[in-house]
């Protein structure tokens, strides 16, 4: 890699983390106020920046990997493949990724076209955890220990380095954000990164501060988030489970609905999972606090699906594309 090569990636690289929040006009009333942290702000386009920036610099501190010479292998459901593909590629690294074939194509384009390899499997939407579901993970396991002096595969599942990024990052930005008057936050649980980072750090700022984790029903649309009676938890997630104070669970058909209304009353054209967040936050009955939520990606890669599912027609989507408020300007790609 040269100089200048080296030097653009780190620019890059130090644009993640640091995202906006925005009030929600059509929750938000005189006694509660509601946020979304709009992640998709993130140079690749969602929270798992994060998971995987840190996942990355950890391995390299640690000496299991080498620019220019291993290859990063890991399964996912899309945004971790992404985040991987464009953080690993700046570095020099090449990556290969295993996600289920329901993920929407947009995603599998858009991992290919910054240059990683796909292997696809007939897992669900998310690579589920547990023995004899896990295929996605069963089969990045195998290929990455055939040949343990190339292959590293950082394992979002069980990683410090995921939810380090969240304790480290998201978790302080969320409470310097509120001012520290954040009273509860709503979050959707892929490896649990997410959720337990910022849950354990808002904790000790405040013990009083409600966490409150949402999954998707059974047998969901949802990419990215896991419904924990169809897939065991992951053990990253095991490790701190305590944090979380409640849970909710939304249908699919409840996200659809809020997609839509998300579109007309804060024109925003959001992804499933923020759309999900969105409808936790409005059904919890919060009468009173400061509430933040989760938007882990935005909408720009669900064409294929809101059009098969009839959330948007194709002009609907394109239309909402134009306008969208909110929809990031340097996203990479
Ligand atoms: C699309 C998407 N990906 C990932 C996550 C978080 O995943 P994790 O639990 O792996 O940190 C979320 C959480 O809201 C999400 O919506």
């Known amino acids: 890699m040269t100089i200048e090569a080296l030097s653009d990636a780190e620019t890059i690289l ?34 798992k920046d994060r998971a995987a920036f840190w996942m990355v610099k950890l391995a390299e501190e640690n000496g299991l990997i080498k620019r220019g010479h291993s290859v990063i292998m890991e399964p996912t459901s899309g945004n971790t493949g992404i985040a991987l593909a464009g953080i690993a590629k700046l570095l020099g690294y090449k990556v290969e990724i295993v996600i289920p074939e329901k993920a929407s194509d947009e995603t599998k384009k858009i991992i290919e076209s910054l240059g990683a390899t796909l292997y696809q499997t007939s897992d669900d939407l998310c690579p589920k955890v547990g023995a004899g579901t896990d295929q ?20 979002q599942y069980a990683n410090e380095a995921n939810f380090m990024g969240h304790y480290k990052g998201t978790g302080p930005e969320i409470w310097e954000q509120t001012k520290g008057k954040i009273t509860h936050f709503f979050s959707g649980v892929g490896t649990g990164g997410t959720i337990t980072g910022i849950g354990a750090y808002l904790k000790e700022k405040n013990s009083n501060i409600k966490i409150i984790a949402v999954q998707p029903q059974q047998n969901h649309l949802i990419q990215g988030l896991r419904n924990f009676e169809e897939s065991d938890k992951p053990d990253l997630f095991l490790k701190r489970e305590q944090v979380v104070d409640d849970w909710i669970t939304i249908t699919n058909e409840e996200a659809f609905a809020s997609v839509k209304e998300i579109l007309q009353k804060e024109k925003m054209l959001v992804s499933p999972s923020s759309a999900t967040v969105y409808t936790a936050m409005k059904k919890y009955g919060i009468e009173k606090g400061c509430v933040v939520g989760i938007f882990a990606d935005d909408g720009k890669k669900f064409k294929s699906l809101y059009t098969q599912q009839n959330v948007l027609t194709a002009e609907e989507f394109d239309k909402a594309l134009k306008e969208s408020r909110y929809l990031s300007k340097d996203s990479l790609y």
Do not use: C, M, W
Not at 136 to 155: E, F, G, Q, V, W
């Open 14 to 47: 130090k644009k993640i983390g640091n995202t906006p929040i925005v009030k929600l006009e059509s929750l938000s009333n005189n006694q509660t106020e509601f946020y979304a942290k709009l992640e998709s702000h993130n140079p690749f386009g969602s929270v």
């Open 136 to 155: 996605s993970i069963a089969l990045a396991k195998s290929i990455a220990s055939a040949r343990p002096d190339k292959y590293y595969s950082p394992n």
